[in-house]
């Protein structure tokens, strides 16, 4: 079952901070996440693969509730470039497939 | 870092035709690719997986006989819409999982061919 996300869409200035939530109804073993730009492919934004599991890199940065069955993707200091929709995925044990959520628009600006 | 390409990106075709679609990994060897299909915003879809010198194994709801997957060598893997109608139009993206000096947890995405039927 598809892994929701919310908000479903956000509208930030730039340099403001954001959320976003992946939450499933099955247990997560894995969460990658994912920016997609408008006509373009996803690009890795980091894995987190244990419970407890927090990590970042620049001013992204995402933590992993295995208990709770949630990721949060934290955005600090957002900037333009910042903008495009946010994916979580999780991996069906096992299999390598991802199952991916339902999105979160993202839209930085000036 | 690991380079997935698809060719074409984008392609316009008439009601009927079949439609290949290539994706390449090009800076390892990938045993393992997935194929999406994404309708305008939302989400990707998984349809198929796709192993060199084996079937592919298809997701619940895709006909196997309408989108032919062949993954012919460990850097090639093709998708073919056959006898393609206006609701096949969609963005179709590749995945290769990672090999080599790569992750192998993590899926590398091409950037998508963009298929339109009139």
């Known amino acids: 079952q598809q892994p929701v996300q919310s908000p479903q869409a956000v509208i930030l200035r730039e340099g403001e901070d954001a959320v976003i939530n992946c939450s499933s109804s099955k247990a997560l073993y894995s969460v990658h996440w994912y920016r997609q730009k408008h006509g373009e492919a996803p690009i890795f934004l980091m894995i987190?693969?244990?419970?407890?599991e927090q990590k970042g890199h620049d001013k992204i940065s995402a933590s992993f509730n295995e208990k709770k069955q949630q990721s949060s993707l934290y955005l600090t200091a957002s900037q333009l470039s910042y903008s495009g929709t946010y994916f979580c995925?999780?991996?069906?044990?096992?299999?390598?497939?991802?199952?991916f959520g339902t999105g979160t628009r993202l839209k930085v600006l000036a | 870092g690991a380079v997935v390409s698809q060719h074409p990106s984008r392609v316009i075709c008439k009601s009927g035709t079949s439609v290949k679609i290539e994706c390449r990994s090009l800076d390892f060897q990938a045993t393992t690719m997935f194929w999406y299909r994404q309708f305008p915003k939302q989400s990707l879809m998984l349809m198929a997986t796709?192993?060199?010198?084996?079937?592919?194994?298809?997701e619940q709801g895709v006909e196997k006989d309408k989108f032919l997957i062949n993954h012919a060598s460990l850097t090639l893997s093709t998708l073919t819409v056959t006898s393609a109608h206006p609701e096949d139009s969609s963005f179709y993206i590749c995945?290769?999982?990672?090999?080599?000096?790569?992750?192998?947890?993590?899926?590398?995405f091409g950037p998508g061919t963009r298929l339109t039927v009139l």
């Open positions: 995925g999780t991996e069906i044990p096992g299999t390598y497939k991802y199952i």
């Open positions: 987190l693969l244990k419970g407890g």
């Open positions: 796709s192993n060199e010198g084996s079937k592919a194994t298809y």
């Open positions: 995945s290769a999982l990672g090999g080599g000096n790569f992750n192998t947890d993590t899926q590398y």
